[in-house]
């Protein structure tokens, strides 16, 4: 979770990044260049603490979960190696000259390698959740089964790469991942932005950043909808169980639509609202039509209930109030409403806090309601393969006192780094970008100096080695 908090942050901002250097291109406004700029800085910081953190669970993969890697090793080989080759050096390869090329490169390189730094985290995206889908839903594999320290054991291999690439809940998820992102991103620009028009700070940088900042989160919000909908259509058919757990479906028939509840575990969803039949339209066009609940599961087999339909009922309302808030207030871009409206700005500050817990709740829904499989069962060629639960994943060596001495250590690192973060974040803004004409002068005139005092000491040199061969 807490590693979580990057990933999306950058490559949200990473497309506001691109938007506001292809602004630059067409217009010639410098304040669109000092905008990617700030931006920049904020994005870097983000990048680093991101593959700290990442590296992290890389490595809990072989200490804490042996058993598991042994068995999805050969799928997750070819994943993450994907995303190394394509992704990763595609994303750090051009970072370098998004970061420290400004004065470097020309408009048209730059705004390239911000556009390659943004689609590598896309595409790193990618393959992170085609490996967590396969999880979800295994396709394109078979188990093989071997013999550890004289104990039986089993091995996934692939046999149709691309079946696993697009198995049946990758492309589904990797959408709402990467509008889930875009979100964040967005509502982070607007976050900043309204800060600095209620301290009445960089005027001209919240007129050139909010308004891009806003349609972006409109649109992704829109895109969110129709791709959770999408999402929750196919666990009706893929994890039944995650989806009865999300909805607080107990018995199987006709399924109430909750808005809220407190789900009582394994029995019923009691102090909410439902919408009578609501799921089963949503679900199949017909209220009558019996959606599959809990009951159709072992006890053994069925989801935590309660953190399940808590957390995907917190991600639904944040998505649904981003909704109408970003479209309420496009209007208000005209003349500039919005701007003299301070108590909007006011929510805009702190709707960055729910863009967050959105996406760290989706992650929570997802984990959680597949319990207490780490890797579901399925049916390949007709062919039942065997999964693996959470409990056969663990490492035999590693001790329930080692895990949780591990779990408190890192959570204090954590929590230093959360600081660290909080810290260099806080300065950034407050220093605030270089986005007046004055200033923007000012560096564009020392810089000219820096080149013309360059180009006087070369023609000096020339001059005197000229005299010095005549002599």
């Given amino acids: 979770m807490f590693h979580y908090l990057f990933p999306p942050l950058t490559i949200g901002l990473g497309l506001i990044i691109v938007l506001l250097e292809f602004r630059w291109l067409r ?12 931006w920049t800085r904020i994005f870097a910081l983000n990048f680093a603490l991101g593959v700290a953190t990442g ?13 598991y890697s042994r068995f999805v090793g050969d799928v997750f080989g070819s994943a993450l190696a994907a995303e190394g080759i394509f992704a990763f050096f595609l994303e750090s390869g051009f970072l370098s000259v998004l970061v420290f090329g400004w004065d470097r490169v020309g408009p048209k390189v730059h705004f390239f390698s911000s556009l390659m730094v943004w689609l590598g985290g896309m595409f790193s995206a990618v393959w992170i959740v085609v490996a967590n889908s396969w ?10 089964s071997y013999e550890v320290n004289g104990r039986p054991a089993w091995r996934a291999e692939v046999t149709d790469f691309w079946a696993m690439v697009f198995n049946p ?3 589904d998820r990797l959408a709402h991942v990467l509008i889930g992102a875009m979100i964040l991103g967005a509502f982070v620009v607007m976050s900043v932005c309204a800060y600095y028009e209620l301290r009445g700070r960089h005027t001209k940088f919240v007129r050139r950043c909010f308004p891009t900042a806003l349609v972006v989160a409109a649109l992704f919000s829109l895109l969110a909808l129709l791709t959770g909908h999408q ?26 639509l909750y808005l809220f509840g407190w789900p009582q575990a394994q029995r019923q969803t009691v102090g909410g609202l439902a919408l009578p039949g609501m799921l089963g339209w949503l679900l199949y066009g017909d209220a009558s039509r019996d959606v599959v609940g809990l009951d159709r599961f072992l006890p053994e087999d069925r989801p935590p209930v309660w953190l399940s339909f808590e957390a995907y009922h917190l991600m639904v309302a944040i998505g649904a109030g981003s909704i109408v808030l970003t479209l309420a207030s496009l209007p208000l871009l005209r003349g500039g409403a919005i701007y003299r409206i301070r108590w909007l700005l ?12 959105a996406n760290q709740a989706g992650w929570i829904a997802a984990e959680v309601g597949r319990q207490p499989w780490i890797v579901y069962p399925s049916v390949q060629d007709g062919v ?15 001790t329930s006192g080692q895990v949780l001495w591990s779990i408190v250590t890192f959570a204090v690192v954590y929590l230093l780094l959360f600081a660290v973060w909080v810290y260099v974040l806080n300065e950034k803004i407050q220093h605030g970008p270089d986005d007046d004409d004055a200033a923007l002068d000012r560096r564009d005139a020392g810089r000219d100096a820096i080149l013309v005092a360059g180009a006087a000491r070369s023609e000096g040199a020339a001059l005197l080695r000229d005299r010095g061969s005549r002599g």
Avoid: C
């Fill in 231 to 256: 999402q929750a259509s196919r666990l009706a058919e893929t994890q039944p169980a995650k989806l009865a757990a999300f909805e607080g479906h107990f018995r199987t028939g006709p399924a109430d």
């Fill in 384 to 398: 039942p393969m065997r999964g693996l639960r959470t409990a056969e994943g663990l490492s035999e060596s590693v």
């Fill in 55 to 67: 590296i992290v669970m890389e490595f809990e993969f072989g200490t804490n979960w042996a058993a």
């Fill in 27 to 38: 217009t010639g406004d410098r304040g669109f260049n000092a905008a990617a700029r700030f």
């Fill in 169 to 171: 809940s990758s492309m």
């Fill in 346 to 357: 006011w929510v805009y500050v702190f709707a960055v806090i729910g863009a967050m817990a």
């Fill in 135 to 144: 999880q979800q839903t295994p396709a394109g594999y078979h188990v093989v």
